[in-house]
C-alpha cells in the first residue's frame, strides 16, 4: 500500500518561506508524476505545482514565480519551497503521486499565513 506523508507545514507572517516535504513509500516503482495541490476553507481543491519523473514543472499561476517544486535524490520525495508568502496561500496543502496508473493522496498539511 503506497502512503505518502507530508511536513513542514505551519504559521508563518506574510513575506515569509515554508518548505513542504512529501515522502512516498510502499512502491517498488518510481512515480510518474508528483505534486501538491491545496484547499482552502470553502473552496475546491486546486492545482499548485507539479513534477514530472523527468523534471518538467508546472505551476498554477498564482504562485508561479514564488514557489518552486522539487524532487529529491531520495527515490519518491518532492518538495515545495514557498517564498514571499501571503494571507491567501492559507489552506491545507496535499501532496500527490501517481504510480503507473494510480494516483495517490497524503493527509494534507496545514498552510497559514498571518500576522
Known amino acids: 500500500q503506497v502512503q505518502l506523508v507530508e511536513s513542514g507545514g505551519g504559521l508563518v507572517q506574510p513575506g515569509g518561506s515554508l518548505r513542504l516535504s512529501c515522502a512516498a513509500s510502499?512502491?517498488?516503482?518510481?512515480?510518474?508524476?508528483m505534486g501538491w495541490y491545496r484547499q482552502a476553507p470553502g473552496k475546491q481543491r486546486e492545482l499548485v505545482a507539479t513534477?514530472?519523473?523527468?523534471?518538467?514543472?508546472n505551476y498554477a499561476d498564482s504562485v508561479e514565480g514564488r514557489f518552486t517544486i522539487s524532487r529529491g535524490s531520495a527515490k519518491n520525495t518532492v518538495y515545495l519551497q514557498m517564498n514571499s508568502l501571503n494571507p491567501e496561500d492559507t489552506a491545507v496543502y496535499y501532496c500527490t503521486a501517481l504510480f503507473r496508473y494510480n494516483r495517490y493522496w497524503g493527509q494534507g498539511t496545514q498552510v497559514t499565513v498571518s500576522s
Open positions: 513534477i514530472t519523473s523527468g523534471g518538467s514543472t
Open positions: 510502499g512502491s517498488g516503482w518510481s512515480a510518474n508524476d
